[in-house]
């Protein structure tokens, strides 16, 4: 059997199980033959990549099935448009394609399977599984897809199965919401990316010859080389963006479908709901979800970053967006105080993250934040959904006492939350490089201030991110069981037996992960790259380290402001405005909670702060300001209090000294790497 | 035996007439070339369920075993007329263009205009005849479960039938005018039978529509100076009425007369008042027949009409029609997600699928004829399966039922299945027929109207957003509602019936490829008329 007939049948296995899943009118059969489904895949994957690895190399595979060619009548008129029409479900197998599959599906997989154990008694989850499956499919798709249908096939794909996963709580009108939430977002999604293709045949001809597109990229970007803002121009050049003549208007219009299209899956800002959604799914297969809409959306973007690069301020006007989007999860993260929202915000911010090196010319730095993003979504995903079922609530003050009685969980949960600080390494690292290196490309002194301050912003909110979820996981593993009415502390377990040694494996090849993530870093040295900023590194760290310092106390002092608002009654112009984004469909702004309580958060943070030297009397419009000020000091004392109680497994290591020693290990490690 | 019968019978009904074939080299005649079958096969086709019909109307039908004996053979007549077309179908793939069939001979002349019996195939009306007749089988088949009526049904049926099959053979417009005239008395009369206040509005609308249309056809047919026949596809050539131009002219005027007769026919804005008065009170044979099949017919004689008759005129209009098809899909959807009456809803999905045809009547090049022809078969199997789909539920909710918070899945898992497939399927998912004829349509009307283009992108989210609405309120809900309680799940037989619906629109979806050498006949030759050859 050759590799290539290997891989069509590892990409039609998803499907065939799932019609065979059909066949088991017993739940529990047919949700097994699902998660079956995905275990093969993911074999048959790994099998793949590691063929290509070890024998094909950096060589890339077209393949194709031809599933529609119309050779139609040709025009005698200048009106009529007649050129011949192929639909080819095609494929673009190259060893980083298969490779990215093979870790998405894993990933997916892993969800998959610890979470059944958990979610076995509830009705219709074989229904869920089986919009697992067919994610697992899209995923997959979007990773290998050779061509516009192949993309679109599996961006409808992923689409519908957020929708009919979310279903999975059909009974309540909370699940119903939620779906019409994902329905609403996915079709505009669908529909500005059926624009782009249409868009594409009607210049090109065709709708395969956009392999020449992703080309350009997936050939520079399979060697793991640091690719330039220039490269990457060159390359586009050299493409057929230019050859074909598309009008600037046209590049522009597609430029925003395809953008549009990504960013609204990607749950970029101001469409933030659309990846925080998936925390209200079903836990754990949310994490199925969150990791195909990232996986998606950042092959889409990457695939298509030539596009942009020819379009003047598109590559701005997507960084300008992913900062945004970073900034907006970070502060809804600190602003929410449901667990599995705050660990969705919290990745999401990571995800943006890659976008926004995506969109600087970091293609590599992107590349590997959006791999480490997927593998922490597979870990915090199991633990959240486990902690949420055992401890019977969503939110983080009916959550504590992970350390002392749950081992592998708290090891698995805190792995992950060191993941997702130590991604603020090579981030920082990264970001410097990026600036660095494209500051003679970029021209025009607006785009440098842009590209200057989106990155510090980007950065300094990722801190914050950070900083909630190492908050989160202390808050979460100190101080004994909680003791409140309708919980039963005897009746909290640890993970399922298989559950402990995947999770464990996991959490161990992600650190690993982390550790070898500096690939781009190495390359850049081994090649001798002399423009890579990796060599450069040196004589930016110790600026970058003071850069980052400095934000880092910024964004503790302001992150712990925000946090001391948590539960603070809405004012009435929040509610107005809340009212108003509620009308509205949240098509606008965002969730509906963290967006009350970030709006919240804002508006009364700067008046508290000011109250603190304005307040002298009883005045009746001073009073809320003063009392506002109160809670602030109120709340500090209480996070104080919850971090460093003496009975805490923690003991005197707190999350703040922990995320000090992630970063100060992370730098050390750069810049040992890059010397 | 009684099959092979009832193919003599019809066969020795045709002999007398010799068969000839068409005048023009484009569409040649296979009689010489494939034996004595092909000669008669489209008379089979058309005359053959009507005969049945016929035959079966004198059957006795006191006791339960005289009406299951109507009802086998009304099955095994509809079956052998499928399995023709499925012969058809593979005798044209096999051969290409050339293979298509063709029966043509003079049969009277009045006032100057020779009538001709003139019946032909192309690649186009090979896909919807295939599609068609299966889908009637399926509907056919759904009828074994009538205990009381099931001659009338029956016979309804197969007339139905025949009288489709003529629309889409039909060269000349006296034919055309005859198939419409069966279709709506048939019809008609059935509808009256217990919804007069329905049926009343539809035959004085669709007579005047047919008068209306025989006139303009046959104006038409002395404008071209193709002779006094009026062979729609071989004959016209692209002269005809190109050189009128203005927007005002007469040619300009008949033209919009004609679309007007068919506009009403396909349910489409304005003219769709009929069928929402039908899908509300009709019963589900009607509906079945006039939600399901009927428009999708019309379509494709809009298509034929506007493109073979008045190749130069249509592109005058072409703005309008783009409008007038955005406009319908955003009412449809607009009253998809309003209403609370299932019919009313399903008769709405049906107006929504005209606005293709629409768009592509407005900018009509090959590629976008090849996606309205997918679109066509697409909504002909999805819109008959959902009128079925909510027929069943009307059984068991005991009257029309109302879309909110019906909750089936808890109680019919298998009715809320088979929903669930044809909205995905309507909804353009892939895999799907109406993602293949999407796309095709899209791209292909992409450079003559570009906005309004992105504008029934936008409308098929609309449309979809309505379609994934019923889902909410019909599939889901805390607890079934009162009247479903004690509902049954589609039986064996309900969903064999509907099995052989579903299973045409999985092939159409995953092998679209399999009927592109016949659609690549039929479009070229269709478009030969606008492109001048």
């Known amino acids: 059997m050759s590799i290539d007939v290997l891989l069509w049948i590892v990409v039609a296995l998803p499907l065939a199980m799932l019609a065979i899943s059909y066949l088991f009118e017993v739940q529990r059969r047919a949700a097994f ?67 990215l599959a093979c870790i998405a599906v894993a990933s997916c997989t892993l969800v998959a399977w610890v979470g059944y154990r958990m979610l076995r008694g509830a009705y219709g989850v074989h229904r869920a599984y089986a919009a697992s499956l067919l994610m697992v499919f899209g995923v997959m798709c979007a990773c290998l897809s050779g061509g516009l249908i192949t993309t679109y096939v599996s961006w409808m794909v992923i689409g519908f199965s957020s929708w009919y996963l979310s279903t999975f709580l059909w009974q309540q009108a909370e699940g119903r919401h939620r779906a019409k939430q994902f329905f609403l977002i996915d079709r505009t ?154 660990t969705t915000l919290v990745l999401q911010g990571i995800a943006l993250m890659g976008v926004v090196f995506y969109a600087a010319g970091g293609y590599v730095a992107g590349i590997v934040t959006e791999v480490t993003d997927v593998m922490l979504a597979a870990g915090l995903y199991t633990v959240t959904a486990h902690l949420i079922l055992q401890f019977r609530s969503r939110f983080l003050g009916d959550i504590q006492g992970v350390w002392r009685t749950m081992p592998v969980t708290r090891s698995v949960l805190i792995a992950c939350t060191a993941g997702v600080v130590g991604v603020l390494g090579w981030t920082l690292e990264g970001s410097a490089a990026v600036l660095w290196n494209e500051f003679p490309y970029v021209s025009g002194h607006l785009n440098v201030v842009l590209l200057v301050a989106g990155s510090i912003i980007a950065f300094a909110a990722l801190i914050l991110a950070g900083a909630r979820m190492t908050h989160v996981t202390a808050r979460m593993c100190a101080g004994p069981l909680p003791d409140r009415r309708g919980f039963d502390a005897r009746k909290v377990v640890e993970l399922p037996g298989s559950g402990q040694w995947l999770c464990s ?25 002399r423009r890579s900023v990796y060599a450069l590194l040196p004589t930016l760290s110790l600026e970058s380290a003071l850069i980052g310092a400095g934000i880092l106390v910024a964004g503790v002092g302001l992150a712990a402001l925000w946090a001391s608002n948590l539960g603070a009654p809405q004012p009435s112009l929040v509610g107005r405005i809340d009212a108003v984004r509620q009308r509205l469909g949240t098509l606008i702004v965002g969730g509906s909670v963290p967006t009350a309580r970030a709006w919240n958060a804002l508006t009364e943070l700067l008046p508290a702060a000011w109250g603190e030297f304005v307040v002298r009397s009883d005045d009746h419009v001073l009073a809320p300001l003063a009392a506002g000020h109160r809670r602030v000091l109120h709340r500090l004392e209480e996070i104080w209090h919850a971090w460093e109680q003496p009975e805490s497994a923690l003991g005197g290591i707190s999350s703040s000294v922990m995320f000090a020693i992630f970063i100060v290990v992370g730098i050390v490690l750069a810049v040992w790497v890059a010397r | ?169 039909a060269d000349d417009a006296v034919m055309l005018v005859a198939g419409l005239l069966i279709i709506l008395g048939v019809t008609g009369w059935k509808a009256s039978t217990g919804h007069m206040e329905a049926s009343r509005s539809w035959v004085i609308v669709g007579l005047a529509s047919i008068i209306v249309l025989g006139t303009v056809l046959s104006v038409a047919a002395r404008e071209t100076g193709a002779g006094s026949t009026l062979l729609l596809a071989p004959v016209l050539q692209p002269a005809s009425f190109t050189s009128h131009v203005a927007l005002l002219s007469r040619s300009g005027l008949l033209f919009l007369v004609a679309m007007g007769v068919i506009a009403m026919w396909m349910g489409v804005w304005p003219f769709h008042g009929w069928l929402g008065k039908l899908a509300g009170s009709g019963d589900s044979l009607s ?36 409008i007038l098809a955005v406009v319908n899909a955003v009412w449809a959807a607009g009253g998809m997600a309003g209403t609370t009456s299932l019919r009313r809803f399903v008769g709405y999905l049906s107006m929504a699928q005209g606005s293709v045809i629409l768009f592509v009547i407005a900018v009509p090049t090959p590629l976008a004829i090849t996606g309205a022809v997918y679109a066509l078969v697409g909504s002909m199997l999805v819109t008959t399966g959902a009128a079925c789909a909510a027929a069943f539920l009307e059984e068991r909710w005991k009257d029309d039922p109302e879309l909110r918070s019906m909750g089936v899945m808890h109680v019919m898992p298998r009715l809320g299945m088979v929903w669930m497939v044809l909205v995905i399927a309507a909804a353009g998912a892939p895999f799907f027929p109406f993602f293949t004829s999407d796309l095709a349509v899209v791209s292909g009307v992409m450079p003559g109207h570009r906005i309004l283009a992105f504008a029934l992108l936008a409308s098929f989210v609309l449309i979809a957003i309505a379609l994934f609405r019923s889902l909410r309120e019909m599939l889901w809900g805390e607890e079934p509602h009162d009247r479903l309680v004690r509902a049954k799940d589609l039986g064996a037989g309900e969903l064999g019936a509907l099995g052989v619906i579903l299973v045409l629109i999985l092939l159409y979806g995953i092998f679209p490829s399999h009927v592109d050498t016949l659609l690549n006949s039929g479009v070229t030759e269709l478009v030969t008329h606008v492109t001048g050859g």
Request: with cysteine; glycine share 6%; proline share 4%.
């Open chain 2, 1 to 169: 035996m009684t099959a092979f019968l009832l193919q003599g019978l019809l066969a020795a009904a045709t002999v007398p007439t010799p068969v000839t074939a068409a005048p023009s080299t484009t569409l040649p005649s296979t009689a010489a070339s494939t034996g004595q079958l092909p000669h008669v096969l489209l008379s089979v086709l058309v005359l053959g369920p009507m005969l049945t019909a016929l035959f079966l109307a004198f059957f006795p039908a006191r006791t339960q075993e005289d009406r299951g004996r109507i009802r086998l053979l009304a099955v095994i007549a509809v079956l052998l007329i499928a399995i023709a077309t499925l012969w058809m179908v593979n005798d044209v793939n096999s051969f290409g263009q050339t293979a298509a069939y063709a029966e043509s001979h003079h049969w009277f002349t009045v006032l100057g205009i020779s009538i001709a019996y003139a019946l032909s195939s192309n690649g186009i009306t090979t896909t919807l005849v295939f599609a068609l007749d299966f889908t009637i089988f399926g509907l056919t088949f759904l009828r074994w479960k009538d205990r009381d009526y099931p001659r009338t049904n029956v016979t309804v049926m197969l007339v139905a039938l025949g009288a489709l099959n003529l629309l889409l053979f």
């Open chain 1, 189 to 342: 999604s669908d529909l500005l990316l059926l624009a782009a293709c249409v868009l594409v045949f009607v210049k090109f001809g065709s709708y395969i010859s956009t392999i020449s597109i992703s080309s350009a990229a997936t050939s520079t970007v399979h060697q793991f080389t640091y690719v330039t803002l220039q490269q990457v121009i060159i390359a586009a050049s050299h493409g057929h963006v230019h050859e074909v003549g598309m009008s600037l208007l046209d590049t522009r219009i597609l430029a925003v479908c395809i953008g549009g299209a990504a960013l609204l899956r990607l749950g970029a800002f101001p469409f933030g709901f659309a990846l925080e959604a998936t925390a209200d799914s079903p836990l754990p297969l949310a994490g199925i979800s969150y990791i195909a809409r990232v996986v998606a959306a950042s092959v889409l973007l990457w695939k298509f970053m030539p596009l942009f690069m020819t379009v003047q301020h598109g590559m701005m006007v997507v960084f300008v967006l992913a900062v945004l989007g970073v900034a907006a999860s970070a502060v809804y993260a600190w602003a929410s105080d449901d667990l599995a929202h705050v």
């Open chain 1, 33 to 99: 033959t699902c998660i079956l489904g995905m275990i093969l895949t993911t074999v048959g994957l790994a099998v793949e990549s590691g063929y290509w690895l070890l024998h094909l190399g950096a060589r890339p595979h077209e393949l194709q099935v031809p599933f529609l060619t119309l050779s139609l009548a040709q025009s005698t008129t200048g009106t009529l448009f007649a050129p011949s029409f192929d639909l080819e479900f095609g494929l673009h197998a190259s060893v980083f394609s298969v490779t």
């Open chain 1, 505 to 529: 494996i996991f959490a161990l090849a992600m650190a690993v992960w982390e550790v070898v993530s500096f690939p781009p870093l190495l390359a850049g040295a081994v090649h001798g790259w």
């Open chain 2, 287 to 322: 509906r079945e027949l006039f939600i399901g099949l009927v428009p999708r017919v019309a379509g494709y004689l809009a298509l034929v009409i506007s493109v073979a008759v008045f190749p130069a005129v249509s592109g005058q209009y072409s703005t309008l029609f783009a």
